[in-house]
């Protein structure tokens, strides 16, 4: 069939109409499905946000949790330190006051009494009766007794509660002491017919290890320490005073509080005799002790 100019007209028009119509619906199509595809993405990201929010506020919940926990037992603890009994702490320094018997390995003397001049004679242009210097007029080495009492104070410091490491429970102090020991009565008849006391004073500082530290009952020993003998009268050679040791063992108990009592035995010995007068002393007896 044959179409003329007016239907031809027509078709072109119908199927250009009939572009229009589409491509507009095409486009529509587009944008929806970009932002069907935005809205998808924004709801990932949201669910992304979500589960985030949950995993910080599920940590924030156990950290509370935990400090929390923290908190009531460290108020737990408080309570039971509050609630416990007071215990008496010991002291690790001492106030040591001494006392007892001393015996000097021979008779303590002072100047000779063989009457032979003496030094002091001589330094005082003093003669004796038979016309010579003085003698000394004092208690020889056969007289004077042995035996003495003695009374003693000092301090403990104590430096170590391990012995430096070595030993668990083996405190180490350091001892401050003076003693004094009195032997017998002499008298100095060449000069003044007087009465003289025979003493001896001993300075000490000495190492002492006690042991079982934190007990009642502690034994102890001093392996060896520095000590000064000063004695009175002098010797013949007008010397009062020596360097030597002195050795000692004993234990004390915890009364009460922290009053203690004890024993000891110690040794005093000299590197020399004193021209001629023996001052190496053993002593025993007790003390009482105030930790402080």
């Known amino acids: 069939m044959k179409l003329n100019k007016t239907q031809t007209a027509l078709g072109v028009a119908a199927v250009l109409a009939a572009g229009a119509l589409a491509a507009p619906t095409a486009s529509a199509d587009a944008r929806v499905e970009a932002l069907e595809a935005q809205v998808n993405q924004m709801s990932q990201m949201l ?49 040591l006051l001494r006392g007892g018997w001393a015996r000097n390995n021979g008779p303590r003397g002072g100047f000779d009494l063989d009457g032979n001049p003496s030094a002091l004679g001589l330094a005082l242009g003093v003669n004796g009766p038979n016309g010579d210097p003085l003698a000394s ?39 401050l002491m003076v003693e004094y020991k009195e032997f017998d009565d002499a008298t100095f008849s060449a000069l003044t017919g007087q009465n003289v006391t025979i003493n001896q004073v001993n300075l000490s500082a000495s190492p002492k290890i006690k042991f079982l530290k934190g007990s009642d009952f502690r034994p102890w020993l001093i392996p060896i320490g520095f000590d000064i003998n000063i004695i009175s009268p002098p010797s013949g050679a007008v010397t009062v005073f020596s360097p030597g040791a002195v050795f000692g063992a004993g234990a004390d108990y915890r009364l009460y509080e922290n009053i203690y009592v004890g024993a000891d035995v110690r040794y005093h010995w000299a590197a020399d005799s004193l021209d ?10 007790g003390y009482i002790g105030l930790g402080f």
């Open 47 to 95: 669910q992304e946000m979500q589960g985030e929010l949950n995993r910080v506020r599920d940590a924030a919940s156990r950290s509370a949790s935990e400090n929390t926990a923290k908190v009531m037992e460290l108020d737990e603890w408080a309570a039971s330190v509050k609630s416990a009994p007071a215990e008496a702490k010991s002291k690790d320094h001492m106030v």
């Open 137 to 175: 007029g004092l208690v020889g080495p056969n007289e004077g007794g042995r035996n003495a009492w003695y009374f003693a104070g000092g301090f403990d410091f104590s430096t170590s509660d391990d012995l430096f490491g070595l030993w668990d429970g083996a405190e180490v102090l350091a001892e």
């Open 276 to 285: 001629g007068v023996d001052t190496n002393t053993l002593t025993a007896g």
